[in-house]
């Protein structure tokens, strides 16, 4: 099973992150969502579990939840906006992955036997952040998380493929 992993969309759901999360079984939005349209998109590629974050406001976001507990692949998933809000013991509550956002930094790590993945911002630039999300293929025995880079590469590609291109043309 491939789950799609993206958080803090800020209202924005690029095209670029919607080719990366093409072929998913199912995405997790950690919040930040910023409009319904970002997980109306995100539906029309596959079923989606989402939490509101601090930005998320307004009638349209009431019914998101806070929190949310998914089992998925046979793995138990918690989500949460802000990793720092964590009010439980993961692996004592048998808790396999904590996906969290809101720093905008994506980060994968193993603490205590529990994976704990922030996919980054896939929204509007930060600062100097790249833009991202995260893949996480349930394998087995296996839980592989992956970042995404879904902004700069392709920019930068495109960049260097047009600056070519005037070069030759110069010859």
């Known amino acids: ?19 990366r999360l093409a072929g998913v079984d199912h995405i997790i939005h950690a919040g930040d969502i910023g409009r319904a349209e970002v997980i109306e ?3 029309r590629i596959a079923p989606v579990t989402a939490i509101r974050g601090n930005i998320d406001q307004g009638e349209w976001a009431v019914a998101y939840p806070q929190t949310a507990l998914v089992k998925l692949g046979g793995r138990s ?34 603490v205590g036997g529990v994976l704990y993945l922030n996919p980054g911002s896939a929204g509007p630039r930060r600062f100097s952040l790249p833009i991202a999300l995260a893949t996480l293929e349930l394998t087995g025995n296996a839980v592989l998380p992956c970042i995404q880079d879904v902004g700069p590469r392709h920019r930068a ?12 043309g110069m010859s």
Do not use: C, F, N, Q
């Open 1 to 19: 099973m491939r789950i799609g992993i993206i958080s803090d969309t800020h209202g924005l759901l690029r095209p670029e992150a919607a080719e």
């Open 77 to 110: 998933i918690y989500v949460l906006h802000d990793r720092k809000a964590l009010d439980l013991d993961p692996a004592a509550a048998g808790i396999d992955v904590v996906v969290s956002g809101h720093s905008h930094r994506p980060k994968i790590e193993i």
């Open 41 to 43: 998109g995100l539906r």
């Open 157 to 168: 590609d495109r960049r260097k493929m047009v600056s070519t291109r005037r070069r030759r």
